[in-house]
């Protein structure tokens, strides 16, 4: 498949991100003609029996890897995360009297983005926050200080900047009379198990772990659909989306698509459960180095290391471009930290394969011996 001149490379980023070779190749193979269609899926109408059948069979098989219940209603959607940072509270605070409050735990970049913008149609409060000790870890669930009444509960399950990721599903109901907990789970979504009864609601841009950009997943419990405030802008009102089976408006058809064949590429690797094993093998073989040396670091508390993205430093700054560099020569790329972080970030997603990791793990090896 692949010409002998093209070199394929460990692709680092954390989004867009890397995908599944399998995948890209049965795209490539099915480009100008999917299944004796005479078209490309690209060029199909989404109201056509053919791109319907990719939808359901999408939608089934993202349910069946992930376990969703079937109280729980699953939406394609445009927007992105960030999307999702107004569309939820638009959804949801119509449940309160207004203004309602909504509680937010703040461990890293994203979810303080998140609460940011929802000020913007609730009352904020924080009920959590690691920010003074600069996100490097998550505050224990018995000092959150969650409100009696709230609309909802936010968190971050992977902070994709600060790579710190929740190796818990906290309970809220009890402390906020009921209140649903919703989670931007867009960087690890597929990655490990998920309970999602635990959640009222479950978000993620498909860009990180998933597919390509432009399709945000949105799972929802049934009985929080319907309660979308008035100025909610149609395509995003939960309820006209679901009653029309995510085709209100026209949704990112191609992304779905090859969504669908990751799906179907998942389930060939032995589902959630299986990659979840991989991955745990992926991020203990990368922070077992950085810790084995005092040339690297990572500030993370251990219990609540992200395994999807792993920031990084060297001890000597000095070298961060020349690592860079011979990062590149050996086909590792995108290691560069977020600007708000500094330092490095390797992001191994479910598509990074552990070659990918030990190739990585061999290089920050061989770096330390030259420059240590
Ligand atoms: C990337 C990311 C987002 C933002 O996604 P967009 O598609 O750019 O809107 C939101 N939350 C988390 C956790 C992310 O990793």
């Known amino acids: 498949m692949n010409p002998a001149s093209m070199k394929r490379v460990f692709n680092f980023s954390a989004g867009p991100a890397v995908l599944p070779e399998e995948v890209l190749a049965q795209a490539a193979a099915e480009m100008l003609d999917w299944h004796g269609s005479g078209m490309s899926v690209m060029e199909m109408s989404h109201r056509g029996k053919e791109f319907i059948s990719i939808y359901e069979a ?33 959804n949801l605070v119509g449940r309160k009297a207004q203004p309602a409050t909504v509680d937010f735990i703040q461990t890293g970049s994203w979810s303080s ?28 669930r018995d000092t959150w200080k969650l409100s009696k009444d709230a609309a909802y509960v936010h968190i971050c399950t992977n902070e994709t900047i600060d790579g710190v990721e929740f190796q818990f599903a ?40 998933i597919g390509p950009a432009g399709l945000t997943i949105v799972i929802v419990r049934e009985d929080l659909i319907g309660h979308a405030l ?11 989306v679901d009653d029309n089976n995510s085709m209100y408006n026209t949704p990112p058809t191609y992304a779905i698509y090859i969504a669908g064949l990751v799906f179907q590429w998942l389930k060939r690797q032995g589902g959630v459960a299986a990659m979840e094993e991989r991955n745990i093998a992926k991020a203990k073989l990368l922070y077992d ?24 430093f060297l001890r000597d700054e000095s070298l961060n471009d020349t690592f860079l560099a011979g990062a590149k020569e050996r086909g590792l790329v995108q290691l560069k930290g977020h600007k708000s972080v500094g330092g490095m970030r390797a992001s191994i997603y479910n598509a990074m394969p552990i070659e990918g990791v030990q190739a990585l793990v061999d290089y920050l090896k061989d770096f330390e011996k030259a420059h240590g």
């Open 113 to 140: 983005k998140s609460l940011k913008e929802a000020r913007k149609y609730a009352n904020v409060n924080v009920a959590a926050s690691s920010e003074a000790e600069k996100f490097a870890g998550i505050p224990a």
């Open 170 to 209: 906290p309970d809220v109901a009890a402390d906020t009379n009921g209140a649903p907990l919703v989670a931007d789970m867009s960087s690890h979504i597929l990655s490990r198990a998920v309970d999602v009864s635990k959640y009222g609601v479950i978000f993620g841009g498909a860009q990180k772990n």
């Open 289 to 312: 180095t950085l810790d084995s040396t005092g040339f690297y670091s990572n500030r993370i508390a251990k219990e609540c290391r992200s395994r999807m993205n792993v920031p990084f």
């Open 58 to 90: 999408a939608v089934r098989d993202f349910r069946e890897l992930l376990n969703v219940p079937a109280n729980y209603r699953i939406l394609f959607l445009q927007g992105g995360g960030i999307g999702e940072n107004a569309i939820v509270p638009l």
């Open 230 to 240: 008035p100025i909610c802008p149609s395509a995003f009102e939960w309820k006209l």
